[in-house]
């Protein structure tokens, strides 16, 4: 069974930001703060390498309601067994991934453009990852960025649920949440922090305080 998921607060580990804490360290803090994502991306590292870390990730998220999704690597993916899979639009069809998922596993899928969003099939998709809101350091090789009044029109133009990436620190919570996604995600404003668990518990008082009612 495909687990239910929040896309509320999302990390993205990156190897090269997480320098004071590891990795998995990293995400047990997040997910003590409020992190309900979140994703092993590590794009220097084997299949090998990504599979123990994700199943190190896994053992530490155990007892929690944190999601484990993986970037990329669906080989990966599928021996560490985790909830996710998540592929850029030049990985591979998203048809594909889910053939080789099966109908366990979440899938998720970034997505850059209005057209690109439109052409998301809910059948095969779980949700998508839309950005970069803003250029950022941490993805040399990132897209266009699109700012609030493009992820707004890509939020609309999209049959599944939003997760805003790309730039985005505490202080663009309640502007992203407004465009109706349905959460944020971010890599340096929680992995370069000295303190994840505080970083993520602050970016999370800003959802709560951001949702209507
Ligand atoms: N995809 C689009 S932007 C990005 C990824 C993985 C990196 C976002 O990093 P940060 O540090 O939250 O700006
Ligand atoms: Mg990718």
Not at 30 to 57: C, D, F, N
Not at 69 to 82: C, F, K, Q, R, Y
Request: charged residues 20%.
């Amino acid at each position: 069974m495909k687990k239910p998921f929040d896309l509320s607060l999302y990390l993205v580990l990156d190897p090269d930001l997480c320098q004071q804490h590891s990795m998995v360290e990293t995400a047990r803090e997040a997910v003590a703060g409020g992190a309900t994502m979140v994703q092993v991306r590590h794009k220097r590292a084997s299949t090998t390498e990504r599979i123990a870390l994700a199943r190190s990730v896994k053992e530490a998220l155990r007892n929690t309601p944190a999601l484990v999704v993986m970037n990329d690597d669906i080989e990966a993916a599928i021996e560490a067994g985790v909830d996710a899979l998540h592929i850029g639009q030049r990985d591979m069809p998203a048809a594909s991934a889910r053939a080789r998922i099966g109908l366990n596993m979440l899938l998720g899928l970034s997505v850059n453009s209005e057209s690109a969003a439109q052409a998301v099939d809910p059948a095969l998709v779980d949700y998508v990852g839309v950005g970069p809101v803003f250029a950022t350091p941490t993805k040399t090789d990132h897209e266009q960025p699109i700012g609030f009044a493009g992820l707004t029109r890509i939020v609309a133009a999209c049959p599944v649920p939003a997760v805003a990436i790309g730039g985005l620190k505490q202080q663009h919570v309640s502007d992203v949440l407004a465009t109706g996604a349905s959460g944020i995600a971010v890599v340096s404003a929680i992995c370069g922090t000295p303190d994840p668990q505080q970083a993520s518990r602050e970016l999370w008082e800003r959802i709560l305080a951001s949702r209507p009612g």
